[in-house]
């Protein structure tokens, strides 16, 4: 649905050049809640303002369904945005419009009727649960209420993607959840595909399938939601997973401080509800010390580690090492 092919922006500052994005590349599937997630500063708005060329990349091409975007000249270009709808942090609503007038803007601009605009402006409201709040200013509406209406209006025309841009930062975190739900169901319904940029992994364990990590403009991972909660690779995304663990810090574990054999076991999908450590401590002549752990929910699946620390014979906890690899759990002795 996009590609996206050795992208680069520079920013020209005098003689100098700022490199924002590095020679990235990736592609982001139909129907897909793709994330692009790094610290401040990594070039994730650079990078989804390239998607629609809000941003004018430097290098390289996005191709969106077959058409090289970055090919188009400007009317070809307006044309195809209105297949990209976009939301932003701070809503970019219109102060002096009411919600029904933001959502109408689109429509008129795309040359509609009255008639046909109030039918699919009522529409719109509706699906975000904003019916009541038609004549009501930005300034009258609480902050998820705003994005609701941005949500809205950026689904007007109908678009195929939809790009996030950071649309729950400024926003609490039962709200997040609640908007997070809305794109979900815009996935799910409408089929839209949305790649999203965040610097919460929150956002990206409850939305995500994939999920890009950016650091100093490029993309140093690529991975699936499950694999990245189960054997992250870049020391970032390590950092941004332990990071959610607000109780238990597994860096802080040094196996060297125990006598025993310390291991990191990775569960996931149905494993992880299961009672395999119990079945281990029954069936091995070994002692269990549970040193840290944690179970994440993710949008289909649940992902968990545990650092024990086995004592006992070398021969018993290599079986019971055994037995914890045949139950299809990961097993990494730290
Ligand atoms: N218009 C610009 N002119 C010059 N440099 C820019 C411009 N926009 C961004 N940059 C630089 O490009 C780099 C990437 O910025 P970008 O805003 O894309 O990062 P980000 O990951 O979105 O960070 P944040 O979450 O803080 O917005 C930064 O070093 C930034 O200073």
């Known amino acids: 649905m996009i590609e996206v092919q050795n992208l680069s922006k520079c920013f020209q500052n005098g003689n100098e050049c700022i490199w924002a994005i590095k020679n990235v590349s990736f592609h982001v599937n139909r129907g897909e809640i793709f994330g692009i997630i790094g610290l401040s500063g990594a070039g994730k ?19 969106i369904d077959g058409v090289d975007i970055t090919a188009l000249d400007k009317r070809e270009l307006r044309a195809k945005r209105k297949d990209i709808g976009m939301i932003f942090q701070h809503f970019n609503l219109l102060s002096q419009k009411t919600t029904y007038e933001n959502i109408a803007l689109p429509l008129e601009l795309a040359g509609l009727g009255k008639k046909e605009i109030n039918s699919r402006v009522n529409e719109l409201l509706e699906y975000v649960g904003l019916r009541d709040k038609r004549n009501a200013y930005p300034s009258q509406l609480s902050g998820g209420q705003k994005q609701r209406v941005a949500i809205a209006r950026a689904l007007a025309n109908n678009p195929k993607i939809l790009l996030s841009d950071e649309a729950t930062s400024a926003l609490d975190p039962k709200t997040t959840k609640s908007i997070l739900e809305l794109l979900n169901r815009i996935r799910n ?15 990206v364990k409850d939305i995500c399938d994939r999920v890009a990590i950016m650091e100093n403009g490029e993309i140093v991972e690529i991975n699936t939601v499950e694999e990245l909660f189960r054997r992250p690779k870049s020391k970032t995304a390590k950092a941004f997973i332990s990071s959610l663990k607000s109780d238990v810090q597994e860096e802080f574990v040094i196996p060297e401080e125990f006598n025993g054999r310390v291991v990191r076991l ?12 119990s079945h281990m401590i029954k069936k091995f002549n070994i002692d269990v010390n549970i040193l840290s752990g944690n179970i994440s929910q993710l949008m289909s699946t649940s992902a968990g580690y545990l650092i024990v620390e086995l004592v006992g014979e070398d021969g018993e906890i290599q079986a019971a090492i055994d037995y914890l690899k045949s139950q299809d759990v990961d097993v990494e002795v730290m």
């Open 45 to 63: 708005s650079t990078l989804i303002r390239c998607l629609n060329r809000l941003e004018e990349p430097t290098q390289g091409k996005i191709i």
């Open 266 to 277: 990775s569960f996931w999908g149905d494993n992880a509800k299961k009672p395999i450590v």
């Open 189 to 203: 319904e409408l089929g839209l595909t949305i790649v999203m940029i965040t610097h919460q992994i929150e956002v």
